[in-house]
Each structure stands twice: as C-alpha cells, then as structure tokens.
Antibody, heavy 119, light 107 residues
Framework: EVQLVESGGGLVQPGGSLRLSCAAS????????MGWVRQAPGKGLEWVST????????YYADSVKGRLTISRDNSEDTLYLRMSGLRVDDTAIYYC????????????WGQGTMVAVSS | SYELTQPPSLSVSPGQTANITCSGH??????ACWYQQKPGQSPVLVIY???KRPSGIPERFSGSNSGNTATLTISGTQAMDEADYYC??????????FGGGTKLTVL
C-alpha cells in the first residue's frame, strides 16, 4: 500500500522559512516523479512543484518560483519542499503526491501538512 | 497563463447521471484527469488520461475529453459520491493545472 506522510508544517511569520518533508513507502520511490500540491483554507487545489525521478529536472508554479525549492533523497525515500520568503498567501495545506506512470496525474496523496503564515 | 473552468456547483438526484464539465483552450490536445475530494480528506484520483479509471474506482465513473471540454460522468449517482471534484490538465508544454472545482450535491 502506498503511503505518503508529510511533516514540517507550522506557524511562521511573513518572510520566514520552513522545510516540509514527505516520507514515502509501499512503492519504488526512486522510480516515480513526485510533486507538491497545496490548498488554501476553503479554496481549490493549486499545483506547486514537481520533481523528476532523479531530481535532475524540477518544475514550479509561477506563484512560488524563486521562493520554494523541491528536492528528493532517493536513498531515504523522502521528498522535500524548502520554503523561504513566505507570504500570507502561502497559507495552505500542502499535500505530497506521487506522479503516475503517465506523468499527467497524481495517483496517490498524503494527508497533508498545514502551513500558516501570519504575524 | 492557462485556465480551466468548472461550474462551481451541480445538484443531482440519487440514481441520476451527473456530468461535470471542465473547459480550457484546446483541452482535447492535452491529458485531463479528475479528482474527488470529500470534506476533511485528501484528493483521490478517479479518472486519468481522459478516460481511464484507477484500480478500485467504481465503473459508474467515466471521462471524456474533446475540443475545449473534458467531462466527468457519474452514472447512477449515489449519496457517497457527494464531494468536490477537480479537473486537472497536463501536456503539450503545459505544466499541471487544476480547475477551480465543482461541488456535487446529491439530493
């Protein structure tokens, strides 16, 4: 059974930093691209970032480019999202998601971790 | 930037067919997929590559994608299908984009 467990969320002041982690199990982590999707309170889903199987290629939404950095450690089956220069509108639940073999869909999701940016 | 447009809400009676649409420029040239999200839960993929169902998704869920519109069809809608549904597109130089979501009410 695929399991994705996020951690690292919390309350941070505007301009601050956080690092989210996602521990993966139940599948060959190093064989699949991975991504982050967020959901602001009461709002819809927003794609944030995706990373290739080796970590050599990364993709970002324009809204986070230059502030958020995705990375992975295939030896530890862990996905990361380094967040800096956080803004109030970054407040959201951040979901870790596994990219399917067809690359276009996220076929497994974690339970999410809440990031709140407020002074 | 690329936009996907969904109706904010849709109501159907139990046993009826629900058609949830997702519109975007030349969407039929890209892959479309659909997610179901119930309150307090993480999204679940219900359709990928326009028409395919992941293992464990009931047969009453189906999808299509042509022209500028992708459609999620739920045949014989059940009370348990009440949820938010999101379309998402990818491909043809487009990164992952989500629609705004449709709240499906079964009453």
């Amino acid at each position: 059974e695929v399991q994705l467990v996020e951690s690292g969320g919390g309350l941070v002041q505007p301009g601050g930093s956080l690092r989210l982690s996602c521990a993966a199990s139940g599948f060959a982590f190093s064989s699949f691209a991975m991504g982050w999707v967020r959901q602001a309170p009461g709002k819809g889903l927003e794609w944030v970032s995706t990373i290739s199987v080796t970590g050599g290629t990364t993709y970002y939404a324009d809204s986070v480019k230059g502030r958020l950095t995705i990375s992975r450690d295939n030896s530890e089956d862990t996905l990361y999202l380094r967040m800096s220069g956080l803004r109030v509108d970054d407040t959201a639940i951040y979901y870790c998601a596994k990219v399917g073999v067809s690359y276009e869909a996220f076929d497994a999701w974690g339970q999410g971790t809440m990031v709140a940016v407020s002074s | 930037s690329y936009e996907l447009t969904q109706p904010p809400s849709l109501s159907v009676s139990p046993g009826q067919t629900a058609n949830i649409t997702c519109s975007g420029h030349k969407l039929g040239d890209k892959y479309a997929c659909w997610y179901q999200q119930k309150p307090g839960q993480s999204p679940v993929l219900v359709i990928y590559q326009d028409t395919k169902r992941p293992s464990g998704i009931p047969e009453r869920f189906s999808g299509s994608n042509s022209g500028n519109t992708a459609t999620l069809t739920i045949s014989g809608t059940q009370a348990m299908d009440e949820a938010d549904y999101y379309c998402q597109a990818w491909g043809n130089s487009l990164n992952w984009v989500f629609g705004g979501g449709t709240k499906l009410t079964v009453l």
